[in-house]
T-cell receptor, first 114, second 113 residues
Framework: DGGITQSPKYLFRKEGQNVTLSCEQN?????MYWYRQDPGQGLRLIYY???????QKGDIAEGYSVSREKKESFPLTVTSAQKNPTAFYLC?????????????FGPGTRLTVT | GQSLEQPSEVTAVEGAIVQINCTYQ??????LSWYQQHDGGAPTFLSY??LDGLEETGRFSSFLSRSDSYGYLLLQELQMKDSASYFC??????????????WGLGTSLAVNP
């Protein structure tokens, strides 16, 4: 079955540690996205990538880094520079063809930093 | 700046009809999408309007008026399972023609028996 996987579902880290969240898709989508969601809030874009080896900062990129070495994979690293990293992180992908408009989401990773 | 406004909460009873409005102020507008998110889950796509008018998909319909920068999601024959958050999102692009979605803060819908 095609879809997006994120692992792990829950992640706990101590302050000062970097942590990498995994995102893999087998939908053959060119575009991939990372969002952050805080309780009762909408989705805020962290980084996005339209093609392999290229990515752009979203609205809240400070303290985060990404790579896009393969079409299927778009890992997100939450660095110690991110001041408030505890949140629900969602990865999404979409086709880049002209008529496409739907973003498909993974199940999310809930990160808690103490 | 770019912004989307939608009500924070809506309450309705089973079997009723509810309309969730969304007004937007964005640049590079392609279209308006609606997503549903249950507590603890991921957003799932409901509908998309690229042109003015009404799109119907089963119990859900979505409307867009580009001249008014306004859209709405209409949910009919409400069921308990429709209790969720509903997000409007504008499909836009930046100066590099990279496409992205700008999201509203979401409307929490509670369906009561």
């Amino acid at each position: 079955d095609g879809g997006i996987t994120q692992s792990p579902k829950y992640l706990f880290r101590k302050e000062g540690q970097n942590v990498t969240l995994s995102c893999e898709q087998n939908l053959n989508h060119d575009a991939m996205y990372w969002y952050r969601q805080d309780p009762g809030q909408g989705l805020r874009l962290i980084y996005y990538s339209q093609i392999v080896n290229d990515f752009q900062k979203g609205d809240i990129a400070e303290g985060y880094s990404v790579s896009r070495e393969k079409k299927e994979s778009f890992p997100l690293t939450v660095t110690s520079a991110q001041k408030n990293p505890t949140a629900f992180y969602l990865c999404a992908s979409s086709s880049t063809s002209g008529s496409s408009y739907e973003q498909y989401f993974g199940p999310g990773t809930r990160l808690t930093v103490t | 700046g770019q912004s989307l406004e939608q009500p924070s909460e809506v309450t309705a009873v089973e079997g009723a009809i509810v309309q969730i409005n969304c007004t937007y102020q964005t640049s590079g507008f392609y279209g308006l999408s609606w997503y549903q998110q249950h507590d603890g889950g991921a957003p799932t796509f409901l509908s998309y309007n690229g042109l003015d008018g009404l799109e119907e998909t089963g119990r859900f319909s979505s409307f867009l008026s580009r001249s008014d920068s306004y859209g709405y999601l209409l949910l009919q024959e409400l069921q308990m399972k429709d209790s969720a958050s509903y997000f409007c999102a504008v499909r836009t692009f930046n100066a590099g023609n990279n496409r992205k979605l700008i999201w509203g803060l979401g409307t929490s819908l509670a369906v009561n028996p």
